[in-house]
């Protein structure tokens, strides 16, 4: 007999069909800069987004202050932590921009209006768009929305209350001197992203090859 939906369900392949709360098989986290209407920052840490060329698209839930905030102002920093910024991260998860916090987010977040000092970080000013970038993330993506299309929720997860996908144009792009390969790559054996894999904060291991695109 089958298990029931949710439960592990191993068959003779040595596979076990699950239904996991999150998708998140180790994606990249970002801290996302944008205008709160009263001229402050909020500070947002996301780990759903991916880039092509230069255009990059952020996931957001419809019930963040984030999303709202780049539907009222399109300019945002797309902040790239490394490993070791783990723990400024995670004070900056529980907290939300909403004043009041939604009753449904009550439980598990609270209302802060200035992200930067909670989490122990820095405002740099950006060049080319009108939020600040966060020093302390060694690469630092100005950009501006270009379009927002709507996502519908997941039934199968009732938290979950729909949201979007974020089209932004990536504008300027800053990274550590020390990051830098010659004068316009990123050197892949220093840099390093801070991964959240099923909730859980990890780094990369050693490099394992190339892809023969690879230019260094």
Excluded at 100 to 127: H, Y
Aim: net charge neutral; charged share 25%.
């Amino acid at each position: 007999m089958r298990q029931p939906a949710g439960h592990a369900d191993a068959d003779k392949s040595g596979f076990a069909t699950i239904t996991p709360k999150i998708l998140y098989f180790g994606t990249p986290i970002a801290i996302v800069s944008s205008a709160n209407g009263d001229g402050t920052t909020n500070l947002a840490p996301i780990s759903s987004f991916w880039a092509l060329g230069w255009t990059m698209v952020l996931g957001l839930l419809r019930d963040t202050k984030t999303l709202g905030n780049l539907e009222a102002n399109p300019d945002c920093v797309v902040n790239l932590p490394s490993p070791d910024m783990w723990q400024q991260v995670e004070r900056l998860a529980p907290l939300t921009g909403l004043d009041p916090v939604p009753e449904e987010k009550a439980p598990k977040f609270r209302s802060e209006r200035d992200k930067f000092a909670a989490a122990g970080l820095t405002s740099l000013a950006s060049e080319c768009v009108s939020v600040p970038r966060v020093r302390e993330c060694p690469a630092q993506l100005e950009a501006r929305v270009r379009k927002v299309h709507a996502l519908a929720g997941d039934r199968r997860l009732r938290e979950l209350t729909g949201g979007a996908a974020v089209e932004v144009e990536v504008l300027r792009v800053h990274v550590r001197r020390d990051f830098v390969l010659g004068e316009h790559y990123v050197d892949p054996n220093r840099w390093q992203p801070l991964i959240y894999n099923f909730r859980h904060y990890h780094g990369l291991g050693s490099e394992l090859g190339k892809t023969f695109r690879a230019e260094v």
